[in-house]
């Protein structure tokens, strides 16, 4: 650059005038600092919603586990056979005194 000033030397300089960018700089820094913060806020609330998630899909499971197995048609069976046992034992019982009986009748 002097070299070139030395060079034109009876040439006379123009100066390039600038103009002033510090607002649009200072517009552009308040937009980055606001995307910072909505950044921010939005990890919190991703937070929150992927614990909601976890227990959605949670209850997902658990509903499809019961209709899978078929929980309802299950529990009735097993209620079904609790009253199918009491009736044996009911008999069993009936049938262990007629047999008391019997044997006492034999003696």
């Not at 509903?63 to 046992?85: G, N, R, T, Y």
């Not at 009911?90 to 019997?102: A, C, G, H, V």
């Amino acid at each position: 650059m002097l070299r070139e000033r030395f060079a034109n030397i009876l040439r006379p300089i123009t100066f390039i005038v600038t103009e002033d960018v510090s607002k649009q700089l200072e517009n552009i820094r308040f937009r980055f600092e606001n995307l910072g913060i909505q950044c921010n806020n939005y990890t919190k609330t991703l937070s929150q919603k992927q614990q909601e998630a976890k227990t959605a899909l949670r209850l997902h499971e658990v509903s499809s586990f019961i209709s899978d197995i078929k929980h309802a048609v299950e529990i009735k069976k097993i209620e079904e056979l609790k009253s199918l046992e009491s009736i044996a034992r009911n008999e069993q019982i009936n049938t262990q005194f007629r047999w008391e009986l019997f044997s006492l009748y034999l003696v």
